[in-house]
């Protein structure tokens, strides 16, 4: 019965018999509810199992904050967001709390697909773009083309529009593949490592 604090980006644990379970907080923080992305898929028995657990059990054990990748002030410089599927879902939980705090600098918002049916929450992103005059939101298909849409890979999309590497803080959401993909493209294009942040780099570290 007592309010949890944590910050945008970070993560939890649920706590199951069947073995301990990660997940993005996909909310931002200031109620009581907490929001998670389960990604499903009816071969993936563990992704199943916490279905069937959230659904069907009274009492779930939960352990958190967990993660040292967040936003718990408005930054000095524009965020950029990458994300693929649901690495999206710490990313809303970030910028529902800059939009509620009212941060001004440019935030640009990548999500990254193979189709068009395959982009995860493209309403929820198209929706931020709307609501917030500083946000830029550009989806990427590296699969197929669609007006409007840019066709490539998500980190080619960043590289068309990053002007100056040194300024904005990254933040990369998705596999662990991809996230140390996205990496070494920003890496390579002149942006300082220490701008570069996920929560993969430090759970799945190389």
Known sequence: GKKIDWHAGQYLELLFPFGDCAFSIAN???????ELHVRYHHENSSSLDVIHALRNDSLVKVRLPAGSRFIDSLPQQPVWFICGSTGFAPVKGMVEALRDTGFELPIHLYGGARTAADMYLLDQAQQFAAQMPNLKFVAALSDEQREGWFAGMVHEAV???LTDPSTPFFYVGGSVPMAW???DVLVAAGVPAEHI????YDYAPR
């Open 181 to 183: 993909a996205v990496f």
């Open 197 to 200: 942040h996920s929560d993969v």
């Open 28 to 34: 931002a923080p200031g109620g009581r509810e907490i």
């Open 159 to 161: 590289l068309k529009d």
